[in-house]
């Protein structure tokens, strides 16, 4: 996957890698030095910021930006996002479920070119029982 695109596959990047392809919850960078240095202790903060970086600019992963953090989702498909008002998951969102609005009117002569979708409320799990 990244060896391809010119990124030479260290552990520590095979592991940052592997996180990721196994990630749903959107984690931050943190949360990705966290997980690696579990299995790989000697993995640097610069070694994760720096690949996600790459892998970023790579367009293998795209940043999500919620509640003043930066997180990181290995889906690049079109997509958008629920975030849970009371425990802060993100979930993906199906593109096509979300009404368009890429045609909505906008004062001159704008172009839209994309658009990201941010669903708020409460998931299932935080919902109160009924």
């Given at each position: 996957?990244?060896?391809?695109?010119?990124?030479?596959?260290?552990?520590?990047?095979?592991?940052?890698?592997?996180?990721?392809?196994?990630?749903?919850?959107h984690?931050?960078?943190?949360?990705?030095?966290?997980?690696?240095?579990?299995?790989?202790?000697?993995?640097?903060?610069?070694?994760?910021?720096?690949?996600?970086n790459?892998?970023?600019?790579?367009?293998?992963?795209?940043?999500?930006?919620?509640?003043?953090?930066?997180?990181?989702?290995?889906n690049?498909?079109?997509?958008?996002?629920?975030?849970?008002?009371?425990?802060?998951?993100?979930?993906?969102?199906?593109?096509?479920?979300?009404?368009?609005?890429?045609?909505?009117?906008?004062?001159?002569?704008?172009?839209?070119?994309?658009?990201?979708?941010?669903?708020r409320?409460?998931?299932?799990?935080?919902?109160?029982?009924?």
């Amino acid at each position: 996957m990244t060896r391809a695109r010119g990124l030479k596959m260290t552990p520590q990047r095979r592991l940052i890698v592997e996180y990721l392809r196994g990630a749903v919850n959107h984690p931050t960078a943190d949360e990705v030095f966290s997980a690696v240095n579990e299995q790989l202790p000697i993995t640097s903060r610069a070694t994760v910021y720096n690949t996600l970086n790459w892998l970023k600019a790579a367009g293998m992963i795209r940043e999500v930006f919620e509640a003043g953090n930066v997180r990181f989702d290995p889906n690049t498909t079109n997509h958008h996002h629920f975030v849970c008002r009371a425990c802060g998951r993100i979930d993906d969102v199906d593109f096509d479920s979300v009404g368009d609005v890429a045609f909505c009117a906008l004062p001159g002569r704008q172009e839209i070119e994309s658009y990201d979708v941010t669903l708020r409320g409460l998931c299932a799990a935080c919902q109160p029982v009924a």
